[in-house]
């Protein structure tokens, strides 16, 4: 399948910023080479020149008036795909992690595989204390994901439309709430292997410190437990049906 079938005005890749001035032209430039589609960076209210270089590169610029955190800029960007009606949107990391090239390849299993999202995961990026929390996380969640930060996603049109919506806003991380929320929608969530690199500058949000680590963590572990009471509020409930 060629970059013109995959691309086109009905994909769009959607690339949340946050004083990634040094990486997100690259990054810009490598996806419209990798594939023929539109490119929006939602600039995070950055305190650089991220937004001038994303518009050198030749992306279209949305900047935030505050900062919303990573899963607010990348709600952002599919209320933008939702009204200018893209079927899919492609996310990725502006730190240079995540490589365009993979992007041909994912998109294809993504369609080939029917699924409402589909995340690229490498799992050799993961540590030994990574792999015990992911676990732990999928113990507690009952999401059967690899790696739940991965940002290299492809989101079809039913999960732009739920990611979109104003009970999304209320999500704290772009990962384990956001697949728990399509999952609870019935959406199909896949995986697909890829190639990563380690960031080149700045720091993850989620692990720059150990109290985000921290707070990350508690979130994750409220969001677990109050699944597992939705779903004996409803068993009981489907039990008490005659």
């Not at 009952?142 to 290299?152: A, E, K, N, R």
């Not at 990611?163 to 384990?176: F, K, M, T």
Request: aromatic share 6%; with cysteine; charged share 20%.
């Amino acid at each position: 399948m060629s970059n013109q079938q995959i691309g086109s005005r009905s994909c769009l890749a959607a690339i949340p910023a946050r004083n990634e001035q040094d990486t997100v032209g690259e990054v810009v430039r490598g996806v419209m080479d990798a594939l023929n589609c539109a490119v929006l960076v939602i600039n995070d209210a950055s305190t650089d020149d991220t937004a001038a270089a994303a518009a050198a590169a030749g992306a279209t610029v949305v900047t935030l008036p505050f900062q919303l955190g990573a899963w607010g800029a990348a709600q952002a960007g599919m209320r933008y795909a939702l009204r200018n009606h893209y079927e899919r949107v492609v996310t990725l990391d502006a730190d240079g992690q995540h490589h365009p090239d993979q992007l041909p390849q994912l998109l294809q299993a993504h369609m080939a595989g029917g699924a409402d999202v589909t995340i690229g995961t490498c799992p050799q990026r993961l540590s030994a204390a990574k792999r015990v929390a992911w676990a732990y996380f999928r113990l507690i969640t009952g999401l059967q994901v690899t790696d739940f930060t991965s940002g290299l996603r492809v989101y079809g049109h039913r999960a732009i439309r739920a990611l979109a919506s104003r009970e999304a806003s209320l999500i704290d991380y772009q990962d384990i709430g956001v697949l728990m929320l399509l999952r609870r929608k019935a959406l199909r969530i896949a995986e697909t292997p890829t190639i990563m690199s380690a960031r080149r500058s700045g720091a993850s949000r989620i692990f720059s410190s150990w109290f985000t680590v921290a707070r990350y963590m508690i979130a994750t572990t409220v969001l677990g437990i109050a699944r597992i009471g939705a779903r004996e509020r409803r068993t009981r409930s489907e039990a008490a049906t005659p």
